[in-house]
């Protein structure tokens, strides 16, 4: 029963939160208005800048946000205890992920649909925009990379989840057809969407599809490599031809995912005997780091992402139809994303517990089936661990409602692999935005084309992939990195955030700029432990990218607090909407 009350409280907590705090924000911190014609209005162009209905670009921010984030992060942390992480998702989400991902969002549309690493020029200065440039860029060449090889673990762990996955392309582009070229109802055509889509999930497990070696290449190679194919077509297309109507069927996907894990805790709860087994609080797991910082940048998505920033900034502004519907897709879909992280929080540390198999083929239940899945630090982080612990955990509760567990490893397994397939496209758009920023301000605009952008982002990302070999396993090397850089951008997204707001007078700033100061230490001070931890390992490779990081991130937080202090006014092209709390 335990297991539910927290379900319960938390997602009460999530809906009082939005109307409460983030009506608050949205109304008297950002002063929302409908007059001015947001920039997906102003310079609607049918490929990137495309006004659209809240509840489609909901759905595709929402996805584009979440990927494997708030599954990953919440599976590992939870070695340090389901208390601290269950906190830091619920507070985090509420009080800094949600302000972090609005604040970028509702400046990105005041400023013409531009990335936030191109705004920061205005904000702070033009140093810091290149400085930026480099973290942003840096992060998303992690992202890209890992997030391919994510994909095709999936498919080796879960092949019955292969066939649904691909199947929803041509699903989503015919929907995007009906809708945006013949003028037909989204909804209703959606629900035959999502109807076909789980049509494959069920014939999934009866036509599993594993990738052989070909060409001496390993099926981890193979899959790297057709999927990074994948994101270059699928960013240069105009959204409203895959990716705009395959997320809004992934939206349905997540309704349907998370009910089922809803009644899933109910059914186990009242049937199954479904407990928390996981510790409430283990300060000194063995091997592991310790809780703090690093807690806070292990659990990014589900609490707050850099990412998302460029998100809000990179693709979504472009498309929000008004700054009215920004709350809800901005504010809303975090706090979304924070009960998602809920529920795998729920799934790692009970449902685990309900049976969970070991490599030697024994099945454990209870206190023992996690104590052996979280043995250790090093036991539970690797990609395969993490996402088999929630994959099998909710498969486990939503058992418990009479679906046969192989249809279940199938849904859960579908729903994962999608939504890593969201964040892989969605990052390499924008990756491509940001090359084309940045060569436009180098005068080079040779390379600022769509095209050329593009083949740079995804060429950059598979030399990673593929720096260690046919794998495809490349990006692993800068893995160790990717979580204190992800932090340290949601720290100076949040300086930026803060700045914005002091310009409009009064203590408006202070919503951002405490969340910015946390955000700050615990992700330096995370960067400072990491580098004497590869120096002990003397990995020369991740001691010279972590110190570069280091340097930038202390460099644009030192810029950051000289222009909070300067008496200096920054031009605003929105001054009009300058209001006193």
């Known amino acids: 029963m335990d297991a539910l009350i927290i379900v319960v409280l938390a997602f009460a907590g999530y809906i009082v939160m939005y109307n409460l705090y983030g009506r608050y924000i949205g109304r008297r911190i950002f002063a929302l208005s409908g007059e001015s014609p947001p920039p997906s209005v102003s310079m609607e162009d049918g490929v990137d800048y495309v006004p659209t209905k809240k509840e489609v670009i909901f759905g595709h921010h929402f996805t584009s946000i979440a990927g494997t984030g708030p599954i990953v992060g919440p599976a590992i942390a939870i070695i340090w205890g389901w208390v601290p992480a269950l906190l830091w998702v619920f507070i985090g989400s509420i009080v800094m992920g949600a302000v972090h991902d609005f604040g970028a969002l509702i400046i990105s549309m005041r400023n013409q649909g531009k990335s936030i690493s191109d705004y920061t020029s205005k904000y702070i200065n033009s140093r810091t925009r290149f400085l930026f440039f480099l973290i942003v860029f840096l992060e998303l060449w992690i992202v890209i990379a890992i997030f391919g090889l994510v994909i095709a673990i999936i498919f080796a762990m879960y092949p019955q989840s292969v066939l649904a996955v691909w199947v929803e392309v041509p699903i989503a582009m015919v929907l995007g057809y009906l809708v945006y070229k013949k003028g037909m109802g989204v909804m209703g055509l959606s629900i035959w969407a999502i109807l076909l889509m789980y049509l494959a999930v069920f014939i999934g497990p009866y036509l599993p599809m594993k990738m052989p070696a070909i060409a001496g290449i390993p099926a981890t190679g193979v899959w790297t490599i057709i999927l990074m194919v994948y994101a270059f077509f699928a960013s240069v297309l105009p959204v409203t031809a895959l990716l705009q109507p395959r997320d809004f069927i992934n939206s349905h996907q ?49 609490a707050i992402s850099g990412f998302h920033s460029l998100v809000s900034s990179g693709t979504s502004a472009k498309q929000v139809r008004s700054e009215e519907d920004s709350l809800f897709v901005g504010y809303g879909s975090m706090l979304m994303e924070g009960a998602l992280a809920t529920l795998v929080i729920v799934a790692v540390a009970a449902g685990i517990g309900l049976g969970y198999t070991t490599k030697a083929g024994e099945t454990l239940t209870g206190v023992a089936a996690w104590t052996t899945h979280y043995s250790s630090w090093a036991a539970a982080a690797g990609l395969g661990s993490k996402i088999s612990a929630f994959v099998d955990g909710a498969a486990n509760m939503i058992n418990t409602i009479g679906i046969p567990k192989q249809f279940t490893l199938a849904i859960m397994a579908v729903f994962v692999a999608s939504f890593a397939g969201t964040t892989l496209d969605t990052a390499t758009r924008i990756q491509r935005y940001v090359l084309s920023e940045l060569f436009t301000s180098l005068k080079m605009e040779v390379l600022t084309g769509k095209y050329v952008a593009t083949f740079i982002a995804v060429g950059t990302a598979g030399i990673l992939a593929f720096a260690t070999g ?42 951002a ?25 003397h990995n020369l490779l991740l ?28 031009a605003l092209d929105d001054a009009r909407r300058v209001t006193s709390v």
């Open 254 to 302: 997540l309704v349907i995912a998370m009910v089922l894990l809803i009644l899933g805790v109910l059914a186990a709860a009242f049937f199954g005997g479904l407990e928390i087994v996981a510790p409430a609080v283990q300060a000194q797991p063995a091997q592991a780091p310790p809780m703090w910082p690093f807690l806070f940048i292990t659990i990014a998505c589900g």
């Open 470 to 511: 046919a794998g495809g396993k490349g990006a692993l090397k800068l893995w160790p990195l990717f979580g204190a850089v992800n932090q340290t951008l949601a720290a100076l997204a949040l300086i930026v955030i803060t700045l914005y707001l002091k310009t409009k007078g009064g203590l408006k700033w202070v919503v």
């Open 513 to 537: 700029g405490i969340p910015a100061v946390f955000m700050a230490v615990m992700t330096l001070w995370a960067a400072v432990m990491n580098q004497f931890k590869f120096g002990s390992q």
């Open 543 to 570: 001691q010279t990218i972590n110190i570069v990081i280091i340097i930038i991130a202390a460099w644009i937080v030192i810029e950051g607090v000289v222009k909070f202090f300067s008496t200096d006014d920054i």
